[in-house]
């Protein structure tokens, strides 16, 4: 069970603080049961009843995460990688490699892997377009994993599953508890925030264009010059989707000029054809 990672290592953390099942309930109000099937892998816990039984043991939900995310074996990492590698080089063979291999493991992380794969070339069927909202819907807490997931999948999953992830991503609890202060976490979601924005622009919606553009450029740093470049780029199109197309037009000009003067030609080729699909879909 994919999500098994997520109560064992709750469990490892209670025993070692030398909390009982019996203790928790009482101090956190989430009952025995639901506390054991969760330990077992047979069922989640919402985020606010994870981070309440965290706190009876005077840990934190950033304790926690490391925790989860140190049990993901590197294999994964360098796969989701490489499909973002080979991604940007619109290298199809590559993906198609990687998509097949992962399928041979038949087990369903890497199954997911596969599916991360397969969706940057062509669509999901209906099954696996569930079963990565499935994922994605239900998880207690995000780990690299599931941001890789939603990365690579998040043109052919549901709008209004995306809209809503977002949304949950900017509750106090999970800004203030990790997702800004580890660099990983940090970098994923604003990628995330940055593939969602065409999204929403495409079907039209202003506000949740504009919101998600304001969420991003509160998480940058100095040094996220690539990231810059493309909220500028994004914000160029939003100009032109819904302000002036001839602003947007010379917005979006200046970013992919910039783009090759730096020698990032495979980045402005993938750039470009992602606002010209944009710019069919809303003309």
């Known amino acids: 069970m994919l999500y098994a990672k997520y109560g064992s290592v ?6 070692q603080k030398k909390f009982s099942l019996s203790m928790l309930e009482l101090l956190s109000g989430v009952s025995k049961a ?12 919402s985020f606010d009843k994870l981070e309440s039984l965290l706190e009876c043991m005077n840990l934190t939900i950033l304790d926690y995460s490391l925790l989860i995310n140190n049990g993901i074996p590197e294999y994964f990492i360098i796969q989701f990688q490489e499909i973002t590698a080979a991604f940007f080089r619109q290298d199809k063979a590559r993906l198609e490699e990687i998509y097949y291999k992962n399928l041979e493991f038949e087990e369903e992380t890497t199954y997911l ?17 569930k079963e990565v909202e499935e994922l994605l819907s239900t998880s207690p807490l995000w780990g690299l994993y599931e941001f890789y997931v939603l990365i690579h999948t998040i043109d052919q999953i ?10 949950n991503f900017f509750k106090e609890s999970y800004m203030d508890g990790y997702l800004k202060h580890l660099r990983e976490y940090r970098a994923l979601l604003i ?12 079907r039209g919606d202003m506000k949740k264009s504009k919101y998600t553009l304001d969420k991003i450029s509160s998480l940058f740093q100095e040094s996220d010059l690539t990231s810059k470049v493309f ?10 989707r819904f302000e002036n197309k001839e602003c947007g037009q010379r917005a979006i000009d200046e970013c992919l000029s910039w783009m090759k003067e730096i020698g990032a030609t495979k980045l402005s080729k993938v750039a470009s054809a992602r606002i010209e699909a944009l710019k069919e879909k809303t003309n």
């Open 34 to 45: 639901t506390i054991s099937q969760f330990e077992n892998g047979k069922s989640l816990v």
């Open 231 to 240: 909220w500028h780029l994004l914000n160029g199109c939003y100009t032109y």
């Open 158 to 167: 549901s709008v209004d599953l995306v809209w809503k992830l977002i949304q």
């Open 113 to 129: 892997i596969a599916l991360s794969a397969k969706a940057t070339f062509t669509s999901l069927t209906c099954e696996e377009v």
């Open 191 to 202: 990628n995330v925030l940055i593939k969602a924005i065409p999204i929403f622009i495409e």
């Open 10 to 15: 709750f469990r490892e953390l209670r025993t």
